[in-house]
């Protein structure tokens, strides 16, 4: 909500025109789910997460546009359960945590 209020101030102050909805649940979701995906403490993860945000609804709501909001609530499951390093890096999604300096093989015996 504290992003939402300068946000909304300055779209009141370019239009001239305060709506109600622009105060909405949705709109303060939308923000949280744009720091989750992009990476809350890195530099240049607000605009890749809204970027990310954008793309990935669009892309849904071309294909159901009823149910957009489900499979972006799966993609944001499977991101913090999977961690956003695993998720982009697929071939590390069945090696099992491997610490380093051990081979794959060996045992610590």
Known sequence: MAIGIPVTAKLAQTTGF???DLFEFHRSADV???LVIGGVGWLYGGILGAIG?????DVI????PQ????WIGLFLVVL???GRE?????WTWW?????PGTASGTGGH
Do not use: D, E
């Open 18 to 20: 305060a709506s109600q």
């Open 32 to 34: 949280m789910l744009i």
């Open 53 to 57: 945000f954008k793309l990935l609804q």
């Open 61 to 64: 709501s071309s294909i159901t």
């Open 67 to 70: 149910y957009w909001t489900f």
């Open 80 to 82: 913090v359960l999977v």
């Open 86 to 90: 695993r998720l982009f890096r697929p």
């Open 95 to 99: 090696g099992g945590a491997r610490k």
